[in-house]
């Protein structure tokens, strides 16, 4: 079944109610035809289903100069339009001149030489009538909705947790080192773990990352300022104002603070 | 939750990962599931049971268990389209007649070229057709012919027949549906 041609074609303002009834189409309506139609096998089909068009019946002589003057206005306008129409034309020529010659007995078994246009139509009126049915198909997002129901398949990356006994270990390691570095000062310093959380909170926020051990000032500080220092750093975890992390044991602990989303 | 060891885990497990996958999900993902403890035809049986347990009319079930091209998946049961499709009120822009066509061609003749397919439409290809579709993944380039200019030779995809529900080409509808009468050729 050929789809029916609803068209409402205007040139110069008047309303074209008449589709082409040859394969002569009037300039102007070139560009309007080549909508409705996908190319001259296309309109040859349509011609020939609708109207009963004879290939053969066609005034070639009409035809082709018609096409003459066709091909003298598209040098202006646009050549490539017309050219597989212009094609089509030629062959409907090269049919009609090969049908009249008389046939020598010797190639009387020469194919008739519609045979190849008639397949081709054929074969595209097939390819057309398969693709409206593929077209009709049901569609995954037209007719087809597929089930997704929500799970984060990418996991995120969890960072390990810290135990306290590794957190601890650190502090012995910390404690171990300073020792190394241990000298007499003598003097009074007033230690805030208050003040250090703070300290260590603005370190955080303008480092981003810090490692455990660089908190601490093994040389410079003392012992009472290392355990303020500690302090400082387990009432901030208590508090939810910084995370650790820890790839593996024994690895370094990184602090970081804890922004809030 | 330990290795499944009866039918009715095994099959809640397959669900669970279908219901979760973004795309289709083929035999040998499923066999993942069971960490190699499967055999195919068990596997089968179970999507095929799986398949029955959702399928059943007088259950009140919304989704069905289909397989496509690239694996199972669960979609809407058809009833059902209508309304969901109320969620996107932009529709899908619809082919022209000219993207149709070509697709048409690439999925009955594939692999063709663009010259196979000018030939049979007796128009130029537009490169914007050949584009959309590839842009849509329903056909891409699977080798060149070995002639001069070593044309492309183009096929349609998984996805393809994933969009449009089928297994594989040979669900389409057969090519020899859309022969027409003959045109005549009288002397």
Redesign the interface.
């Given at each position: 079944m050929l789809p029916q041609l609803n068209l409402e074609i205007k040139i110069k303002g008047e309303l074209l109610n008449e589709l082409p009834q040859d394969l002569y189409i009037p300039p102007d309506a070139l560009e309007v035809y080549l909508e409705a139609f996908?190319?001259?096998?296309?309109l040859l089909l349509y011609l020939?289903r609708k109207h009963n068009l004879?290939?053969l019946d066609i005034p070639m002589a009409q035809l082709t100069a018609q096409y003459m003057v066709y091909v003298e206005k598209m040098k202006v306008i646009k050549l490539?339009l017309a050219a597989?129409y212009l094609l089509?034309s030629a062959m409907l020529i090269e049919i009609k001149s090969r049908m009249l010659l008389p046939k020598p007995a010797e190639i009387a078994e020469e194919d008739?030489p519609?045979?190849e246009l008639?397949r081709?139509?054929?074969?595209?009126?097939?390819?057309?009538?398969?693709?409206?049915?593929?077209?009709a198909?049901?569609?995954?997002?037209?007719?087809?909705?597929?089930?997704?129901?929500?799970?984060q398949?990418i996991s995120e990356i969890k960072p390990p947790d810290v135990s306290l006994d590794e957190l601890v270990e650190a502090w012995r390691n910390v404690l171990k080192r300073a020792k190394l570095n241990s000298h007499h000062k003598i003097g009074k310093a007033e230690l805030s773990v208050r003040e250090h959380m703070s300290q260590i909170l603005r370190r955080l926020n303008t480092d981003g990352m810090v490692e455990f051990s660089a908190l601490f000032d093994m040389a410079d500080d003392g012992l009472a300022k290392l355990v303020v220092n500690f302090l400082a750093i387990l009432e901030l975890a208590k508090e939810g104002l910084i995370r650790m992390t820890q790839q593996q044991a024994f690895s370094p602990i990184y602090l970081q603070a804890n922004v809030s989303e | 939750m330990k290795e499944p060891d009866n039918i009715i885990e095994m099959k809640q497990i397959l669900e669970a990962a279908l219901l979760t996958s973004p795309s289709p999900l083929s035999l040998d993902d499923m066999l993942k599931l069971f960490a190699g403890r499967m055999e195919r035809t068990t596997l089968r049986m179970l999507l095929d049971e799986l398949k029955q347990d959702w399928a059943q009319e007088n259950n009140s079930r919304t989704l069905e268990l289909v397989q496509v091209a690239t694996g199972y998946r669960f979609q809407a049961k058809p009833q059902f389209s209508e309304f969901i499709l109320r969620l996107s009120p932009e529709r899908q822009p619809k082919y022209s007649r000219a993207v149709m066509e070509t697709l048409a061609i690439i999925a009955y003749r594939q692999p063709v070229t663009r010259g196979d397919i000018e030939q049979i439409r007796g128009v130029a290809v537009n490169p914007n057709v050949m584009r959309q579709l590839q842009e849509r993944d329903w056909i891409d380039v699977v080798g060149q012919r070995e002639v001069p200019g070593r044309p492309s030779l183009y096929a349609t995809t998984k996805h393809f027949l994933d969009d449009l529900n089928l297994r594989s080409l040979s669900e389409l509808p057969p090519f020899d549906d859309f022969a027409q009468s003959e045109i005549s050729l009288e002397d």
């Open positions: 996908e190319g001259p096998l296309d020939i004879d290939i490539e597989d089509m008739d519609r045979a008639v081709r139509l054929m074969e595209y009126e097939a390819i057309k009538l398969a693709a409206a049915r593929l077209d198909m049901p569609q995954v997002g037209v007719e087809i909705q597929v089930a997704a129901a929500y799970y398949h | -």
